[in-house]
């Protein structure tokens, strides 16, 4: 199994390591233990390396809890922050919107991910009520490329159904009266090909079958990955369809800073490199900040790339050491597609190539997200989640409002997104610190890959920056409908 997916979750004592290091011994009283901690001397598994690199990339942090953390409580346990919905909707100014009755009606948001959840609508269902939520005005399940046979003792299906948990449930906080529209694939992504050509089959069906507004990718595979940019080609199909539709496609920048991982799902390149399809002209993509909130989800500073490889508490919840390990938010220059015209305004930032993040949101693990899974027998449980497939659902919600702003798609975002940079919209909330840059143990040495630093402006770590809700999205809906 290789999971590279674009989230981290912290896992330690009692959590769900099966989307984290090793296999985990899963107990019908929900606890689930690693059956091995890595030392940072020694390459790790694949299936660790999948749920911080490549698939669902969901690392819980601490045990599993009967009701959701609160940022004190995290804070006091597990000296890492961590956030609930409404202090999401706080920091990112939406509460405007709510009250104009912008909150997603008539829009839909589509959510891809291979294998889904069995217990989603449930488990979606029981989030709202703790959190005082609306249902989503429609919540669909297809599996327009093949039928799911979901497997509860795999922990590759454990690790999408968290993922699947993630991307839905945080979609669904944003713009709680959105339609859902979840679309199963029946095999798992990894590096290389493996699992796109399912992943296009669903899109392009959803695309032509459904009103999307905006389709939401957690996952991607490092450009190197791939044979030759011919076999990326083959795959563009669902986003060249999706421009011609006029839907959004999003994608996660990644969660291992300025490297990632190579075919094997373990050993990580030693120089920076990026994740299709983050680095398509067609996608955008969405890059990590960390939050930092009081309890009522009012700032109390600014916020800056997300970069936990060097905070001791993450590591060690994660990793079961104090590392350093990559855990960062992903960025950087692409290696087969040359720079878009729209990113002309900050080609002296990306040169002559493709630079990712487009955009930023919330997906530091010391600011994680509450999320509330079950799988029967096994586990049930509130569980503290972060990565950059958390920064997407809640940007794919965002989206969603700026459709319902518009009255109808807003179609490739990124010329607007650009022409608002340009323009210095206050939508646009500029990260000017921090970097993803990384530093890890491989063959018995320490690596350091050299991200980018951000600054007053544009960086591939943030990209354009992150957002202002209540101005953001009219905003967006003005630019990208001109």
Known sequence: MHLKRKTACFAGTGALAAALGGLASLSAGGAATALSAEGPARPAPAVQRAAVTVHPGIEHIGRMEKQPPTTASCEAAFKVACYEPGQLEQAYNLWPLYRQGVSGQGSTIVIVDAFGSPTIRQDLSFFDKTFSLPGPASFKIIQPAGKVHFDATNPEDLAWASETTLDVEYAHAIAPNANILLAETPVSESEGENGFPQIVQAEKYVIDHYDADVISQSFGATEETFPAKDSVEALRDAYRDAARHGVTVLAASGDSGAADVGSDGQTYYLS????????????????????????????????????????????????????????????????????????????????????????????????????????????????????TSEATPLFAGIVALAAQWNHHSLGLINPALYRMWDARKPGIVKVTSGNNNVSFYQGGKLHKVGGFHSANGYSTGAGVGTVNGSLFVPELARFAGS
């Open 272 to 387: 920076p490199v990026i994740d299709w399809p983050a680095s398509d002209p067609l996608v955008t993509a969405v890059g990590g900040t960390q939050l930092h909130l009081n309890a009522s989800g009012n700032h109390t500073s600014a916020d800056t790339v997300w970069n936990d490889t060097y905070s001791v508490p993450t590591n060690k919840f994660i990793y079961g050491d104090n590392g350093p390990n990559p855990l960062a938010s992903g960025g950087g220059e692409s290696a087969l597609f040359p720079r878009p015209d729209y990113q002309n305004p900050v080609q002296d930032e990306v040169g002559q190539w493709r630079g990712v993040p487009d955009v930023s949101m919330s997906a530091a693990c010391d600011g994680a997200v509450d999320i509330y899974m079950t799988v029967p027998g096994i586990l049930a449980g509130w569980y503290p989640t972060c990565g």
